[in-house]
């Protein structure tokens, strides 16, 4: 009997190498964005780190990329991968705020909550993430969207969600049939950017208080206005 080896089955070990190389690449990939997630964040941490040791207003003009770039152990060319300027990086964190009020407030539309439930829990993460940090750094987004404001809105999750949620609060009966949710929005975008402004320089020692104290208001009047 001879050792004759069998036959190699050429495209069974083609389909195993093509699979293999297949595997690799979406653990590479998933790697790489955990990488760039985790340098996204340090990059923002070690920027919030320095203006709060230096005092936001102040902390946010003077300190510069290259700072910031080696308090997050990286180099320069990897901070201006990630942001274009250190505005970006204020409208990253008030980006997460808005993506969270976002999702807050359709979870509680999705439950079949009415809107003023809805609002009331997007106010209480708005609140709850401002508290977070100094007042000086909800000031200094404060500051931006007075040098920007289309450029701060255009960033706004939350603002663009409005108008939807009035729009479904009106089918639903919730609100007058008359009511433009485009106009109501931007009223309700007034008032907790309102809010958000006087806690931030301190005329305000109750963030979500104010919110809701002009949440409530603002629902009030609608209403009333289609009776």
């Not at 990329?65 to 990897?78: D, L």
Request: proline share 4%; net charge negative.
């Amino acid at each position: 009997m001879t050792g004759r080896a069998p036959p190699v089955e050429v495209g069974a070990t083609a389909e195993c190498a093509v699979g293999a190389v297949g595997a690799v690449g979406p653990r590479r990939s998933i790697l790489a964005q955990d990488r760039s997630r985790r340098t996204r964040t340090a990059l923002i941490d070690a920027a919030l780190g320095l203006w709060d040791q230096r005092g936001y207003e102040a902390g946010f003009e003077t300190t510069t990329v290259e700072e910031i770039a080696r308090a997050a152990g990286v180099t320069k060319g990897t901070f201006y991968f990630h942001f274009a300027s250190k505005v970006d990086i204020l409208l990253e964190r008030n980006a997460a705020t808005e993506e969270a009020m976002a999702e807050e407030a359709l979870r509680a539309v999705e439950a079949g909550d009415p809107l003023d439930v809805a609002l009331t829990r997007a106010a209480v993460v708005l609140a709850e993430q401002s508290q977070q940090h100094p007042r000086a750094a909800l000031a200094q987004i404060v500051r931006e969207f007075h040098r920007d404001p289309t450029l701060m809105r255009e960033h706004s999750t939350f603002r663009r969600l409005l108008p939807r949620l009035f729009d479904d609060a009106r089918a639903r009966g919730d609100l007058p049939a008359h009511v433009d949710p485009e106009r109501i929005a931007a009223l309700t975008a007034a008032i907790l950017y309102s809010a958000c402004e006087a806690w931030a320089d301190g005329r305000s020692a109750d963030l979500l208080d104010d919110l809701e104290y002009g949440l409530r208001v603002l629902l009030a009047g609608v209403r009333a206005e289609g009776r």
